[in-house]
């Protein structure tokens, strides 16, 4: 059994908050700068500079790309031939530590009496068993501007593909300037409600614009952008041609009866940041 | 789309803003308040109470929550927060002569037409540019409810900050929402 004590553990999970929140991933910035040469709306390409100087300051490491620095979801993929002690602290310690040395802001609070926690947690934690003897992590920072436009619906079998589409573009139409377009879409596509919840966001951590391995996917993904894109939101809301700069969708087989679909709408400041160890 | 720039100095009145149509770009200049959801719940308890903690009349409220400052900086990120959520508050606050409103998308038809009512102008501020927009704001210090952390009321002194015309004194707005 290979071991992983704690400390490295909360070290990376620190590392990981603060290094997702001051550094736009490369494929991001690269999508923005294809954004701005496919914009047509003036005001749009503006808006698109003014990210991509955003993030170039931020990559400075003085100020975070955003003053939201979101909720943590921490993705785990735990190698069964690894022994860790203190998972679930270990981590919420890394938050903790990554928040305050990284002058991120703590924006946790009680659902109903609306208390912060004052240091950002909890996080969320997903785990999965995996063969080996590796720990994989990858930290999401999720924002809620864009969350809180995002939404699941129990489709009929009968709506189908169509029913999918239909109710994708219904969320981002109602989502407009909301979310800071350009947007990245995340859509999970069956399993259960809170699963396809799940895999939607798993379609966000895939890396920007990487379509899904099987091409009837592929397919309505590149067909879903499309006619987000089509839609005229544009840059800031602002109107134009860049609403969203990649669709990601995941699935899973789903029961008889049913047909979830969830959307999960993020800015396209994709704050996902990985490390194995 | 008729497109001016202006440069506004605060406090406002309805001469300055009665002037701005939909699309315009202001720069800002001048002090200029912080406040977003819980500081805006506070806000119109005060109200109702009349001990309200920062001026309101012609002022402007820019809805955002900053990260924590690092030592020798004026502010953290600082940029626009979705201003929809505040609607609900905002009608009080207009009717004691709120002028301005710095945010991020649209603003529901009924603060559209108190906005209207009462001549108010409703500004957006380039949504997810917070570290780039803590280049304009020159001082900061928080004057009410620190106990709130991030959503305490900060006074801002701004210098040019960078906004456009979302709704303006006719009510007309710029986001398309069909």
Do not use: W
């Not at chain 1, 100087?53 to 190698?79: H, K, S």
């Not at chain 1, 959307?263 to 490390?275: F, Q, S």
């Amino acid at each position: 059994m290979r071991r992983i004590g704690p400390e490295r553990i909360r070290d990376v999970v620190a590392q990981l908050c603060i290094e997702a929140n001051y550094q736009l991933p490369k494929e991001v910035i690269q999508a923005l700068r294809r954004a701005r040469r496919r914009e047509n709306s003036s005001l749009g390409r503006e808006v698109l500079s003014q990210l991509i100087e955003n993030a170039r300051i931020a990559e400075e490491g003085v100020y975070p790309l955003c003053q939201d620095t979101g909720m943590v979801e921490v993705f785990l993929e735990i190698g069964e031939g690894i022994r860790i002690e203190d998972l679930e602290e270990a981590i919420q310690e890394g938050v903790r530590k990554g928040y305050r040395e990284g002058y991120l802001r703590k924006s946790i609070v009680s659902p109903l009496d609306r208390k912060n926690t004052k240091n950002n947690t909890p996080a969320i934690i997903h785990t999965k068993i995996v063969k080996g003897k590796r720990l994989k992590i990858a930290v999401f920072i999720k924002g809620f501007g864009s969350e809180n436009v995002s939404a699941t619906r129990m489709l009929l079998p009968s709506q189908g593909r169509k029913g999918v589409v239909e109710f994708v573009l219904e969320k981002v139409r109602e989502a407009g300037a909301d979310p800071c377009p350009p947007i990245v879409v995340g859509v999970g596509i069956g399993g259960t409600l809170e699963k396809s919840s799940l895999l939607a966001k798993e379609a966000l951590l895939r890396p920007l614009g990487r379509h899904h391995a099987k091409k009837e996917i592929r397919f309505l993904e590149k067909e879903l952008l499309k006619k987000i894109n089509g839609l005229g939101i544009g840059p800031s809301g602002l109107g134009g041609k860049v609403t969203s700069l990649a669709v990601h969708i995941e699935t899973f087989p789903t029961h008889i009866a049913g047909l979830p679909v969830a959307v999960n709408i993020n800015c396209h400041a994709l704050r996902y940041a990985r490390k194995i160890i | 789309m008729r497109k001016t720039s202006y440069k506004l100095e605060t406090p406002l009145t309805v001469e300055k803003v009665k002037k701005l149509r939909v699309g315009d770009r202001v720069r800002i200049s001048g002090t200029i308040y912080t406040a977003r959801d819980a500081s805006h719940k506070r806000l119109i308890a005060a109200l109702k109470r009349k001990s309200l903690p920062i001026p309101i009349r012609d002022q402007i409220l820019y809805y955002t929550g900053p990260t924590p400052v690092r030592p020798g900086k004026v502010i953290g990120s600082a940029g626009p927060t979705t201003s929809f959520r505040m609607d609900p508050y905002t009608i009080p606050l207009l009717k004691k002569g709120l002028r301005g409103m710095m945010g991020k998308g649209e603003r529901s038809q009924e603060v559209r037409e108190a906005m209207k009512r009462h001549q108010a102008v409703y500004f957006a501020a380039p949504g997810g540019c917070g570290a780039l927009l803590s280049r304009y704001i020159k001082e900061a210090k928080v004057i009410a409810y620190p106990d709130l952390g991030p959503e305490a009321i900060y006074r801002l002194e701004v210098e040019d900050f960078p906004v456009i015309v979302a709704v303006d004194t006719k009510g007309k707005s710029l986001f398309r929402r069909e």
